[in-house]
Each structure stands twice: as C-alpha cells, then as structure tokens.
C-alpha cells in the first residue's frame, strides 16, 4: 500500500484541484470567443466563397494550360519520333512523293497531326502526307512564312548531339493550310524536326501542322470531368470551346477587379496568354450563392459539435489527470528503495544486480542511470588488468611475424620486373623499389621515404607521350587526379629515349601506388604498324587511307572556312614498259625516286600521296587558287620529265594529270576523286605528259561504264565468261598442292576484258553476287574431277557474305559438283570482315562447320588484321604479294614476312606468300619456313586445259613447273 504521507497527498489533491479550474475557465472562454466569431464568419462568407470559385477557376485554368502545353509537346515528340525511323529516312531518300505519302499518312494520324510536309536538306518541298498537296504552291507558300527562317536554321545548325527542333503557334494567315483538305481553323501548331542519315548528317526535315479543334477533345474531357464551362481566346475571337455557350463578348468584365462577367451570369477567369492563345474557365453565379449557404451552414453546426465534445473531453481529462498524478506519486518512491539495494551489493563485490528505474528521465532515472556506471567501471577496472596482460603477449607475438614479413617484402619489392611507388594521402613516399630508379636512370638511394611528389617529379625529367585521364599539359607523373575508386595510366619518355608506362591505382586510405613498365619495344612494334597501316610500304608516301581521310578533313574544313582545294591525280606514262623489261626491281626504283621529287617540289603544303602501281595523288592545301594549282601540275610534268639514273639506265618518263577543283558546292570526297579520275583519262587521250582540269563533257566515259555494266549483266547466260588457274605449290616437296581459280570476260567485241576493270565494276553495281555464284559453282564442278589432293581456292566479295544467302549457295555448289568440302579453300581480304563483321563471321563459321577451309587474303594490308585472326579460326594466311616482292631490298619487309610465318606456324595455320616471281625469293621463303608459294616464277593464271595438262601430266613438280 502506498503510504499516505503529507507529501504524497498535498500532490495529488493539488494537482486535480488545478485542473478543475483550469477547465472552467477554459469553457467560458471558448463560448465567449465561438459567439465572437460566427458573428464575423457570416461578415466573411460571401469573400471566402469568391475566393474559393477564384481558387477553383485559377486551378481548372492553369491545368487546361499545362495539358494544352503537353499536348504541343507530346505532338512534337511524336513527330521527333517519326523523323528518326529507318524507313522514313528510306522514303525521304528516294524522293518519291508516293511512298512518302504512303507512309506519311498513318504516321500523322498517330501523331496527331493534320498534315505533315517533307522538306529536303535545302528546305525544299519533297512530299506531303497526301497525294493531293500542290508541292509546288505549297514550296511557293511557306517560303513566305516567318518560321522559314527557323526551318533554315534547324538544317544548317543541327547535328546528332544537337538537334534543332521548334514547336510554336501560329495564326491562320501566318501559316495557311500546308494540305487541302483537311481540318483549319484560325489557329494551328507548327511542328518541325530534322532528319538524319546513318552518318548524322541533315538529309531533310519533316514539317508538321495542327489545326486547333473548334470544340478540342481535351478540353470537352476536362469541363466534363469539373463540370465547369472553358474557351480558348485569340485576339477578340474564341477559337475553341467546351460546355461554353456565347460569344467573345459573354467574356468581357465590367473592370479587371472583378471576376462577374458583366450580363451577372457567370463568374469567370483568364489565365495568362499561352503564346497567342488565352484560356478562360467560367462557372454558373449560381455556384456562388451554393458556395455561401454551405459555408454557413458547415460553420454553425461545428460549432455546437466543438461545444459538445469539449465538455464532454473535459470531464474526462478530469478524470484521468488525477488517476496520472496518483500513480506519479508512487513511481517516485519505490525505486529509491531499490536503488539503495544495489550501492549495498556494489560495495560487497555483486556487479550483476539489476537496477530498476534507468528506463525513466527523471532525476530518479538519472540517479539510477550513476548507479549502472558506477556498477561498469568497477567491473571493468577488474576486467582491465587481466585484457592489459593478454595485449602485451599478442603484440610481441605480432612484432615477431611482422620482422619476418618486412624481410620478404624487401626481397619481393626489389626483385620485381616494374618499378614501384606507393604515397600516402599527402603524396609523401613511403617505399620504392630499385627497378623504379632504374627505369628512370636515377642512382640507388637517390629515392627516400618521405620525399614529396614534387620532388620525385623534378627528378624524373620525363616528357608526356599520352596520357590515359588527363590533358598532356596538366601532367603528373606521380600525383593522380582521379575520384576514390579509379585508376589511371600515363606514357612517358625518359631523356634516355626508353618509354615507361606508369599505372596509378588508388588506395583505401587516400594514397596511391604507381607501377611503371618499360615498354619501349611494345610502342616501337605499335608505331611501325600504324605508320604501315597508313603509309605505302616501297615508297614511304602516305596511301589511300590516309588520303581519303585528308581529304574529308579538307571538306569539312571548306565547309566551315569556305575556299577551294584541288585534287590531282597522276599516272606515269611508260612505267609498264620499263616494269616489264627492266624488271620489277628497277621499276620499284623508280616508284621509289619519283615519291622523292613529288616530295622535294612540295612546299609543304600539299599531301603526295601513292595510290596503288603507278599511280599518285596530290591534296592541295585550302584555300588554293587555280593558278598556283596549274604551276604545280606543270612543275610536276617537269619534273618527272628529266632522266632517272638507276643503276646503269638512265630512264626517261612522263606523266599525266587529272585535276578537280573542290568549289564547296557539297561534292562528297569520293565525286571529286572520280572527277579527277576523269579528266587524268582525258589527259592521257590528249598525248600524255599534260594536265586536264575536269569539265562536265567528261562524262563520256561513265557512259562506257554505263555499257560495260550492261554487257557484264549478259556476261553469265551469254557464256562469256571462262576460269583460269593460277597453280599453288607446297614448298616442302615441292608439288602442286592445288589451283587458285580466276574469271576472265572474252568479250566479243572488247575481246578479254581485264579483271581489273570489270571486278570493280560488279561490286558497285551488286552483280558480283550472281558472278561470284557462278565462279563458285563453276569452280566446285571443275575441281571435282581432279585428284582428291588438289585444294580449289575462289575469292568471296563482301556482298556474298552479307546477309545469310551464301550458306544455300555454298551447299548447293558443293552437292551438285560432288566436290568434297575439305578439297576448297574460300578466300577473304580483310575489307571482307570490316563491311559487316557479324554476318561475315557468321557465313564463315557456317562454312567451317561444312568442312571448308578458309584463308585470310592479302594479310597485312589491312589495320585489323590481328584482332580478325583472333575473331576466327582461319585455316590459311595468304602474304601479301607487297611484302613479298619487297624482300630482296627491305629487312622490313623479311622481318614482317618472318612475323607473320611465326604467327601462323603458332595458331596451327599455313602460309601461302603471294608474287613469288623470281628465284631468289622463293629461295628466302623456303629457308624462312614459308608452306606454300604462288606467283608468275612458279606459273601465271591458265586457261582449264593448260591447267588439266599440268594436273594430269607425268610431273607436278614445282621445279619442272617453274622451269
């Protein structure tokens, strides 16, 4: 029982009497102030209910507005979206008004847009979405419109990463009605986005209309949903209305304080202009005397409510505010009792009694709250002096283990093939081995913990090669730039021309550790590669890659400075004639020294570049005028007019020139390529040794083209075409070890056609597919009976490899000629795999699994050829005949040769070395570990009987055949 002491009781009954009175007064003043305020509240109805309608109209407008402004932008999103389509760009493309209108019309229905307008990268009309449009007046017309001027700026300026697209509003006779027909009204949207091609350049641009709906579905679907009345005001006109009866005039207020519409009969409010539009809502004056009555009302009946609920609330407060202070007395007492228990137990040595009141935040909880502290610390004070002990005999143990560890570290640490650096968070040192200082040629000890990264750097002295993550000019060797949790490289360059590598990884503390490798032979390897990747191996001249990518950087240079640059293309009179009788050895000679003077005359300012045999270009630089470009052309045909001294022949030649002129009229590099292609034909016709300037009346020779296409079309059911066979020997006994199969055309008026002029020709024009299928064909039923140990190989195109047609027509040659599948050879140059790698790969791996063998051709004129030997299993590596022919003169050429035989003989693949034309070399090749050979020494490409003789013949050996 609780005692009831004189403190205990004076709480209580004082406590309660508190409250009494506190809720006596409390009743009255709230009735006091309740009558006070109805009196106000009937004073203010009639303002809040204005307010409220305000409140409300305001919303409705400003939320027809947002959804009028998605609706114009979910138009032009939609119309974005067509633009990027394949098959819009396809349909843009051809220029043909039907199929765009065909595919135009269902797109501006589910765009949601009346009309749509097809416009070319000039801003011309090209197509409409309806057959009917005038394109011609519709052109005439929207050239006159101020949004022109947008539509210009959009195809000019947009590029992928920045596309220019508008969206605006316009009146009626701003815009007119881009298609007959359709719906119009005074105001409509007009949308226009670009379209890009496959390479992100502006091809055209779709133009949009959308003429706003008299009665607007969206905003008939809003005033039904809010039941309020909404128009749509341009100028002193409603264009568009939902649940709204009247005309402009209904709208009109007798003074902008007011939201009553002067007839009285609506109360109404306007947003603001949304560009030339204005949307106003408007409700019943009905709404506003309802508004009233239900505010009062709602106000006196929560007034008794609050009455009632108070004193009933009261009452019970009452109640329990004296059962709370009485339980409140006896929680303050009974934990003293216990709490004094527990000091008694501490001080006998008893940690683990329980202390009752620490949960509480009162003074009784706080002095129960020391007791528990007093309890720890006296226990852990014991607990102390036993944990002091076990520490000291772990951390000798430890210090043990760590002076073993330091040891091999040190060993480790300076024995490794990088150097190494680690830093703290400061980039102060902390340990480096030995390789590190000699990387960088620095003395032993010359590096020392606690050196800043500063300091180390002035030591180092190196010059930046590349950096990985930062500009070259920011550079820090030792101190990175990076977030928490990345890494970075950096190449640089001793003074002692060695190259390191350096890696900086970031650690958990916030320093670092740089690992440095020499990679000076790594980088020289990738150096010489690049630089034959882009360069012509025999005359060190900058080749055909390298000059079509100046010359794109030239275009893209006029079209953004202006200017003009020429192109010309040279082809040396009479070298043939001094290849085939002096030899291939003083023809490339002379390739050599004429690459020398177009070099020597340059002023630097031009790109000499070697195309291929005997053929040059020179890229001017821009601008250029044209009598600086007829000075050098005919510096150039002097030139290479004067003797060449080689060897014991004095070698006269000349040289023929064709000229196009880059105007910035928007030729594409490949145009202007063919027009100086062009006129060097036309220079060539006209006695040679002179320069032509292209003219359009050159054209005569595309239409030769244009009959030789024809003709080729014919060649296949015409039987115009035959195979010759260029025999392939094994090195190692030195037999025939199978044929290279090549067509040649015997036209019947052209006689043979060289290969050289019409296989280009079938690749541009796509017939190379049904020419290739015939060759293979061809070649699987000749093949078939010969003896089983000759291989037949056929060179495939690109297109033969595209999409998935080759797999049928590979079985079906192998099952109609009976030709075992391991007894052909499908050969691929690398311009094969780079057109459409995927399908490529994946026609050749059909081809695999058939039993075909498959060979890389021409390796090493390409820039990815590795990375494709590591994609595909190939069975053969075809040398290219330039490194081949260039062995007797070039230790590159052996050293590159040597590389790839290396290469083969490591991924269990042959070699075949291609233009072996002289003994010596196929010598060379046979010492080097070369497996087979081809080349005219061993036999030019025959007809089938030649080659049949050959094959059945008493001897197949390579020695009789070169012989």
Not at 507 to 536: C, K, M, Y
Not at 738 to 752: D, S
Request: aromatic residues 8%.
């Amino acid at each position: 029982m609780v005692r009831q002491s004189s403190l205990f009781w004076r709480y209580t009954y004082g406590a309660v009497f508190t409250a009494l009175c506190a809720f006596a007064g409390l009743i009255g003043i709230v009735a006091y102030q309740l009558d006070v305020s109805m009196t106000r509240q009937e004073a203010e109805l009639l303002k809040l209910s204005k307010s409220r309608l305000l409140e409300t109209l305001t919303a409705d407008v400003n939320l027809a507005g947002r959804r009028l402004e998605f609706l114009f932008e979910d138009r032009l999103r939609r119309v974005n979206a067509i633009a990027e389509r394949s098959d819009t760009l396809s349909a843009l493309e051809s220029r043909n008004n039907v199929a765009m209108s065909e595919l135009l019309g269902p797109a501006a229905s589910e765009a949601d847009v009346d009309a749509i307008v097809v416009l070319d990268e000039s801003a011309r009309v090209i197509g409409a979405s309806s057959y009917n449009a005038d394109l011609v007046t519709l052109g005439a017309s929207i050239e006159k419109f101020g949004f022109y001027a947008d539509i210009e700026a959009s195809l000019n300026d947009s590029y992928p990463g920045e596309k220019l697209t508008f969206s605006k509003v316009y009146p009626l006779e701003e815009t007119g009605i881009f298609v007959p027909g359709t719906l119009s009204n005074a105001i409509s949207q007009v949308i226009f986005t670009p379209v890009f091609d496959e390479f992100g350049y502006v091809v055209g641009g779709l133009l949009a209309q959308r003429w706003l709906r008299p009665q607007e579905p969206m905003l008939v679907d809003l005033a039904r949903i809010d039941d309020f009345q909404l128009a749509i005001v341009h100028g002193e006109q409603i264009v568009s209305r939902a649940n709204f009866s009247g005309g402009y005039s209904d709208l009109l207020r007798p003074s902008t304080a007011s939201n009553i519409t002067a007839d009285g009969e609506r109360f109404i409010e306007c947003g603001e202009p949304l560009s030339l539009i204005t949307v106003c809502a408007a409700l019943p004056i009905e709404a506003l005397t309802e508004t009233q009555l239900e505010l009062t009302k709602i106000g006196s009946e929560e007034e008794a409510k609050l009455l009632q609920g108070l004193f009933v609330f009261g009452l019970m407060a009452l109640v329990a505010f004296a059962l709370v202070a009485f339980l409140l007395s006896r929680q303050i007492t009974r934990p003293l009792t216990d709490i004094t228990g527990v000091l008694s137990g501490i001080a006998e040595g008893d940690y683990e009694s329980k202390v009752v009141g620490t949960d509480r935040s009162d003074e009784v909880g706080d002095i129960a709250r020391s007791v528990v502290s007093l309890q720890r610390s006296v226990k852990e004070r014991d607990a102390l002096r036993v944990r002091v002990h076990q520490k000291n005999t772990i951390l000798k143990t430890q210090e043990t283990q760590l002076r073993e560890q330091n040891i091999l570290f040190d060993a480790a640490l300076n024995n490794m093939s990088h150097g190494l650096c680690m830093f703290d968070a400061h980039g102060k040192l902390i340990v480096s081995n030995r390789r590190y200082e000699e990387l960088f040629d620095l003395d032993k000890g010359q590096l020392t913990a606690g050196m800043s990264t500063g300091e180390i750097e002035a030591l180092l002295n190196v010059e930046v090669v590349e950096s990985g993550d930062i500009d070259a000019n920011d550079f820090r060797i030792l101190h990175p730039r990076f977030s928490s949790g990345s890494h970075s490289t950096e190449m640089v360059k001793t003074p002692a021309g060695r190259i390191v590598l350096t890696t900086r990884q970031p650690l958990a503390d916030g320093g670092w550790v740089a690992i440095s490798e020499d990679i000076t032979e790594r980088q020289e390897a990738r150096d010489r590669l690049a630089f034959l990747a882009r360069h012509d191996i025999l005359t060190q001249l900058p080749n055909r890659i390298e000059f079509r990518d100046q010359m794109e950087a030239l275009l893209q240079r006029q079209r953004e400075e202006g200017g003009e640059f020429a192109t010309l293309c040279l082809d040396l009179d009479e070298f043939k004639t001094v290849n085939d009788s002096l030899g291939h050895p003083i023809g490339d000679e002379l390739l050599r020294q004429v690459a020398e003077r177009l070099t020597a005359q340059s002023d630097g300012n031009e790109l000499v570049v070697r195309l291929g045999g005997d053929e040059f270009a020179i890229l001017t630089d821009l601008p250029v005028n044209m009598d600086a470009v007829e000075e050098l052309a005919q510096s150039v045909i002097w030139q290479l007019s004067q003797p060449f001294q080689i060897a014991d022949h004095e070698i006269v030649i000349g040289v023929s020139i064709g000229i196009s002129v880059a105007k910035g009229d928007g030729t594409e590099g490949d145009e202007l390529f063919k027009q100086a292609d062009l006129a060097l034909y036309r220079a060539k016709e006209d006695g040679r040794s002179t320069y032509k300037f292209f003219e359009a009346d050159m054209g005569t020779a595309v239409n030769d083209r244009r009959e030789l296409i024809t003709d080729l079309r014919n060649a296949v059911s015409n039987g115009e075409l035959e195979l010759h066979f260029q025999p392939q020997y094994k090195l190692e006994d030195q037999m025939i070890s199978g044929f290279e199969a090549l067509v040649r055309w015997n036209h019947p008026t052209r006689g043979m056609v060289s290969p050289g002029e019409f296989i280009p020709l079938a690749e541009d024009t796509g017939l190379i597919i049904q020419l290739g299928e015939w060759v293979l064909k061809e070649a699987c039923r000749i093949a078939a009976a010969w003896p089983d140990h000759l291989m037949i190989a056929v060179n495939l195109s690109p297109r033969q490899l595209r999409g998935h047609a080759f797999g049928p027509v590979l079985i079906n040659a192998l099952v109609k000629s009976g030709l075992r599948a391991d007894r052909l050879e499908l050969e691929v140059t690398e311009s094969v795999l780079l057109t459409d790698s995927e399908d490529v790969l994946e026609a050749l791996h059909q081809a695999k699994s058939l039993g075909v063998k498959v060979s890389m051709d021409d390796f090493g004129t390409g820039y990815s050829s590795l990375s494709y030997l590591r994609r595909f299993p190939f069975d053969k590596i075809k040398i290219d005949q330039s490194f081949v022919r260039s062995m007797s003169y070039s230790s590159d050429s052996i050293s590159i040769v040597k590389a790839v035989i290396e290469l083969a003989r490591n991924l269990n693949m042959t070699t075949t070395a291609e233009g072996v034309e002289t003994r010596e070399l196929l010598d060379m090749l046979t010492e080097i570990g070369c497996t087979d050979a081809q080349g005219y020494f061993l036999g030019r490409p025959m007809p089938q009987k030649n080659a049949e003789e050959l094959v059945f013949g008493t001897s197949q050996a390579l020695i009789s055949a070169a012989q």
